[in-house]
């Protein structure tokens, strides 16, 4: 055997499975979410329609002054529908061999359990608002919450090898809806129409969102 031979050999008999098997699944870890879970890469379009539907059905409660709990039936409804999709056709978004990897589920928890928690402690000073008032400082904070799930999910997804252009786009919409969530209470404009603006300006970075990841 010549010494090629032998140093091909002996090449090939250092060579792990289990850390070439690491090494496979650490680089199929950092492609983009399209190709990692393409079901869930068209969620960035499913969303931005729902709250599309979502939003004019809040707008119509305070346009036609209706009963507040017309905000939850329609955001509630409409998002039902998209976690019916999910749960049919994505199932579980966790890679494997994440057992020392953040639980996304966990923390976007965490959030709600804090915006209940924000919600008990305002509502005695909401009696002094108008109605209208007193709704769009609600919808600004649960905006708030959901741009606090967004970067919380974009830093997450850093554990999970995902590629940054992915995790930036979690991180840009997590910001402009924080900003929005805190503005929206004390502009008037805002206080009328901002629920059907925050639906168009929600579809919108879904679909700059999908279109951007997409190339």
Known sequence: MSTDENDLADHGEE???????????HIKEAMGLQEQYPTAFRLWLLYGALAVFASLGSQAVITFELAPWGHAVSWGGFY??????????????????????????IQIGGIVAFLVAVFVAVDPFLTDRSPVEGQAMIFGLIIAAIGATYVVQAASLRAYNVRTRDRHAFYVGGIWMLIYGAVMPNVEVLQEWGYVIFGILFAG????????LSE
Do not use: C
Request: charged letters at 25%; zero cysteines.
């Open 15 to 25: 060579v792990d499975p289990e850390t070439l098997q690491r090494d496979l699944t």
């Open 205 to 212: 970075h879904g679909i700059a969102s999908y279109v951007f």
């Open 80 to 105: 039902t529908l998209g976690l019916l999709y999910e749960w049919y056709r994505i199932g579980d978004y966790e890679v494997p061999n994440n057992e020392m990897k953040p639980s996304i589920r």
